[in-house]
């Protein structure tokens, strides 16, 4: 049993396994109604813990949902409503929870919190994104990109806007995938120099390019997150859009990438913001398949952590 905490602490060989498992399942579920079970029930007698300290759409009903389909049961729980956000320590949290289920995901702000919970947890820890990394939703992003187009390793990333927790897990990506990573946005929004960092050890292209139309020059991929990230003080939100604007995905941009390169949004979106609709429903564009495709990763990573 492992815990699944980020993308630059887990094993690259344990990564593309995930990546490839999270495609079978897939597969398997091709044609079948949404609900279906799947065939094997892996989690059958499992209980998974959903932990939200922060709004979700998307990872709040794939993880519930993925769940369900491989036979478990899961319970949702709000932070505040916890005695967590009521001055219970997560040590002890991590401790009483792990006498009643056999799985833990939770979205929180300090990376300090889920590296606690998993330090006391006895049971598998699944980070469903905190303040500085999102791993899951770029397990999802990496198989999106392989369904549509192959292998990424090699390939060329352009992440424009804020250098946030999305963008961080990208670059942990580039370095355990291969594949390189160029950011453009303001200096005063830069990813932090040591996620840059791990790309370059691991051997790849890791660049920032403060121009966003040399940045995305024969891109494959094209990615872009909120100017705003829920973290984030409401009082920076005109600054931001301020200094962001200039990086905004439209289709002018687009249009420096590869004439085959995808467009990424992990949502939700301000459309017209960060990119502009026409490039959101546009040709390039991916954005439901990796929302779909959270489920899928998800539900491989489970099976990972839970050696199942
Ligand atoms: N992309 C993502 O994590 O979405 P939610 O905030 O809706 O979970
Ligand atoms: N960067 C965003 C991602 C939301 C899924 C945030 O943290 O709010």
């Not at 401790?95 to 300090?110: A, G, H, K, N």
Request: with cysteine.
């Amino acid at each position: 049993m492992t815990s699944f905490l980020d993308i630059h602490t887990t094993s690259p060989e344990d990564l593309r396994k995930m990546i490839d498992s999270a495609r079978a399942m897939k597969d398997a579920r091709n044609g079948r109604p949404k609900g279906a079970l799947d065939d094997d029930r892996p989690l059958a007698g499992h209980m998974v813990a959903l932990i939200f300290e922060k709004p979700s759409t998307r990872t709040r009903v794939s993880f519930d949902v993925g769940v369900r389909q491989m036979g478990g049961q899961t319970m949702v729980l709000s932070g505040k409503e916890m005695q967590l956000g009521h001055g219970e320590t997560i040590a002890d949290t991590a401790r009483v929870l792990s006498r009643y289920v056999d799985l833990i995901m939770i979205r929180t702000f300090e990376e300090a919190t889920l590296q606690e919970m998993a330090e006391y947890a006895s049971v598998p820890v699944i980070n469903g994104l905190t303040n500085r990394t999102h791993p899951c939703q770029i397990m999802a992003d990496v198989m999106t990109y392989e369904e549509h187009r192959g292998p990424i390793a090699g390939k060329k990333v352009v992440w424009s806007g804020d250098g946030n927790n999305v963008c961080a897990s990208f670059l942990h990506a580039a370095g355990q995938f291969g594949f390189d990573l160029t950011f453009t946005g303001p200096p005063t929004l830069d990813p932090e120099a040591e996620w840059i960092n791990f790309a370059r050890s691991k051997g790849v292209d890791a660049r920032i390019e403060r121009d966003p139309y040399k940045a995305v020059d024969g891109a494959d991929l094209v990615v872009t997150d909120t100017w705003v990230s829920m973290h984030d003080p409401e009082s920076a939100k005109e600054r931001r859009h301020n200094q962001l604007r200039p990086y905004q995905v439209n289709e002018d941009l687009m249009a420096r990438a590869k004439p085959d390169a995808l467009f990424m949004h992990c949502l939700p979106a301000h459309r017209n913001d960060e990119a502009t609709s026409a490039v959101m429903d546009g040709p390039h564009s991916v954005i439901f398949d990796e929302a779909e495709n959270r489920l899928h990763a998800q539900k491989a990573i489970m099976r990972w952590c839970l050696g199942k």
